[in-house]
């Protein structure tokens, strides 16, 4: 009986807990210095997270890292992403945060945890993926990193929207400078290898445009607008051949735009 006493105490004293903690407190019970802040409460985790960061951010790159890397919420790693891109990706922990994000929930998964990625971890990967391509500018040995896990996301990842973010990442990423670097010691017998050359990436590319089912228009256009991007010869044919079988309006319209950069055709 004592037993059944002390559980039911127990019970009561924790809902009194959480009761008072979840309830707002009457504002003429609050201290000057809290009323201030009241509408704190009313904010979400993560809506208290985005008010205050500002603080930090304007700071530091290293804080945002380490915040990066301990939360959870997709939202607020989003948000740190946009907050991030602009100190550019040369930045050392902007960097880390880039090449973590684009690797959220893919790397060192099995194929069917990856298949199981039904949280918002995709939006993460694919932001990451966006905001590189409107900043492209970063040094070799960064870049490098970068091409790596976009291209591990183009050959894996299960949804179709951050394979084609990917694919045109990799067009912004080569669309200036020539061929690109050559890498140093990969620029030798192993050229072909070196995933700092433009003629790599190519490859890579219409290989991938030349496998795309049909179901997967939209992966589809958005190679054809790396394609664009790349502006390379040997993806001529291949665009030939990619309007011949079948896809939607969309990707043919995309075709030409693309076909228009390769030819240097303005009509």
């Known amino acids: 009986m004592k037993k059944f006493v002390s559980i039911l105490i127990f019970i009561l004293l924790i809902g009194t807990l959480s009761g008072y903690t979840q309830d707002k407190p009457p504002v003429d019970q609050?201290?000057?210095?809290?009323?201030?802040?009241?509408?704190?409460?009313?904010?979400?985790?993560?809506?208290?997270?985005?008010?205050?960061?500002?603080?930090?951010?304007?700071?530091?790159?290293?804080?945002?890292?380490?915040?990066?890397?301990?939360?959870?919420?997709?939202?607020?790693?989003?948000?740190?992403?946009?907050?991030?891109?602009?100190?550019?990706?040369?930045?050392?922990?902007?960097?880390?945060?880039?090449?973590?994000?684009?690797?959220e929930s893919i790397k060192n998964l099995s194929y069917q945890d990856r298949m199981r990625d039904h949280a918002d971890n995709w939006k993460v990967r694919a932001t990451a993926a966006y905001l590189i391509s409107t900043k492209p500018t970063v040094d070799n040995n960064k870049k490098l990193a970068l091409i790596k896990t976009l291209l591990l996301i183009l050959r894996e990842d299960?949804?179709?929207?951050?394979?084609?973010?990917?694919?045109?990442?990799?067009?912004?990423?080569?669309?200036?400078?020539?061929q690109?670097?050559?890498?140093?010691?990969d620029g030798g017998k192993y050229k072909r290898y070196n995933l700092l050359r433009k003629d790599t990436i190519v490859n890579?590319?219409?290989?991938?445009?030349?496998?795309?089912?049909?179901?997967?228009?939209?992966?589809?256009?958005?190679?054809?607008?790396?394609?664009g991007y790349l502006k390379s010869e040997k993806s001529f044919f291949v665009l030939i051949r990619t309007r011949k079988r079948g896809f939607n309006e969309k990707v043919k319209l995309e075709i030409s735009h693309s076909m228009r950069a390769i030819t240097g055709s303005s009509k």
């Not at 949804?159 to 080569?174: D, N, P, S, V």
């Not at 690109?180 to 010691?185: F, L, N, P, Y």
């Not at 290989?207 to 958005?222: E, S």
């Open 204 to 227: 890579i590319i219409n290989t991938k445009l030349d496998k795309t089912h049909l179901n997967d228009q939209y992966l589809c256009w958005a190679l054809v607008k790396a394609v």
């Open 30 to 103: 609050v201290d000057e210095e809290d009323k201030a802040v009241m509408e704190d409460l009313e904010l979400s985790d993560t809506a208290f997270f985005k008010k205050y960061v500002e603080k930090f951010a304007s700071k530091s790159t290293e804080f945002l890292y380490k915040t990066y890397i301990s939360v959870d919420d997709p939202e607020i790693k989003i948000y740190i992403l946009f907050k991030a891109i602009d100190k550019g990706l040369n930045d050392p922990f902007v960097f880390k945060i880039f090449n973590t994000g684009l690797a």
């Open 180 to 185: 690109g670097a050559s890498g140093g010691k």
């Open 158 to 178: 299960p949804e179709e929207r951050c394979q084609g973010i990917a694919a045109m990442t990799l067009g912004k990423l080569f669309a200036e400078g020539g």
